[in-house]
């Protein structure tokens, strides 16, 4: 009973990771038409942090240890300030479900990262995988440009998918002693700090404009954030590492259906094609061969789910993004969503 209770109780959550995620590209199109990207990443990392400041007062956020601050400071300069202006600043000229399907790419330059930095071997199939994925991104590009889309703009969400993977990779090893709340709370802060000078103009663009823009970023901070985070730590606890994967393949399909759904925006079909190998390239690369024969006495791998160590227990290595394979954003720190 046990065992079929984790293997259908994660699906509810799972479809509100993806759509709250998904929900964050059209959400920036319309934040976009008020606020320019500088203004909309310091108010959805103020909105964060502020909503987690009762978390730091009652102590459900960790002290941060003198020694881990520069790793959570590039973690917060990569993956939520590096990672939201280059994505905002792309999405100006090219629509959300294309950026989303641009943004896939994100755990195969982690993979790429983890081999260079982490010296990890993803083996043939990660590399495989590396560059089918990469192969879709620029068919995706091409099909996009063609369309009347900016190569720029494309590449700059593509360097921003980058930089989310090289903040999984400094978060690796921070969330065996912080947990995913104590990394978006850090990580929002040290965030901050390169754009605190343009939060006078902040504060000037949300006093003009109207309140769908101010919903939109408000909905960024909370919904994408902070709920997807939640609802993302519920996947964690009763999935495992495999099938929590999947959300992050249902990322780009949720971001297609609510841009086409809100603003009539269709990708053209080279564009889903190339998205469709995006998927197939994470896909594969994730997908780790199944050992030949199980050694009996140790501990149980993380898709087990008897008394050894589950998903919910693992450190954010063990999250789809952080590795390539195995939440987030935000999250994943889902923040980088």
């Known amino acids: 009973m046990t065992a079929e209770r984790r293997t259908t109780s994660p699906w509810t959550f799972m479809a509100a990771t993806a759509i709250l995620w998904g929900s964050a590209f059209p959400a920036i199109r319309v934040a976009l038409d008020g606020y320019s990207p500088t203004s909309i990443a310091i108010l959805r990392l103020v909105c964060a942090a502020a909503i987690l400041v009762p978390c730091a007062l009652t102590g459900r956020i960790s002290r ?72 879709g991104a620029l068919l995706v590009a091409i099909a996009g440009g063609a369309g009347g889309g900016s190569h720029t703009a494309m590449a700059m969400i593509v360097v921003a998918a980058a930089a989310q993977a090289t903040s999984f990779v400094l978060q690796k ?71 929590s994967s999947l959300v992050l393949y249902a990322v780009p399909v949720a971001a297609l259906a609510l841009d086409a759904a809100l603003f009539g925006n269709v990708p053209a079909p080279l564009a889903g094609v190339g998205g469709l190998i995006v998927l197939l390239g994470v896909a594969v690369a994730a997908t780790r061969r199944t050992p030949p024969r199980q050694k009996t006495g140790g501990t149980e791998p993380i898709a087990s789910s008897g008394r050894g160590r589950t ?3 693992a450190p954010a290595a063990d999250t789809p993004a952080a590795d390539g394979e195995r939440a987030r954003g935000h999250h994943a720190v889902a923040a980088g969503r």
């Not at 993956?79 to 989303?100: D, I, S």
């Not at 919903?215 to 709920?227: F, I, K, M, R, Y």
């Open 311 to 313: 998903a919910a227990d």
């Open 173 to 243: 090893p921070l969330l065996r002693r912080y947990s995913g709340l104590d990394c978006i709370f850090y990580g929002s802060l040290f965030g901050l700090l390169p754009l605190l000078f343009a939060v006078p103009d902040a504060v000037r663009q949300s006093a003009a404009v109207g309140w769908r823009q101010g919903t939109a970023v408000g909905w960024l901070g909370l919904g994408c954030t902070v709920l997807a985070f939640c609802t993302w730590s519920r996947v964690l606890r009763a999935a495992t590492a495999a099938t």
């Open 64 to 135: 941060l240890r003198r020694a881990d601050a520069l790793r959570m400071a590039g973690f917060g300069l990569t993956g939520m300030t590096a990672y939201q202006l280059l994505l905002y600043a792309g999405e100006r000229h090219v629509e959300g479900g294309t950026a989303a399907m641009l943004v896939a790419t994100s755990p195969v330059f982690a993979t790429l990262l983890g081999m260079l930095v982490l010296k990890e071997r993803p083996g043939s199939r990660g590399i495989v995988g590396l560059l089918v994925a990469l192969g």
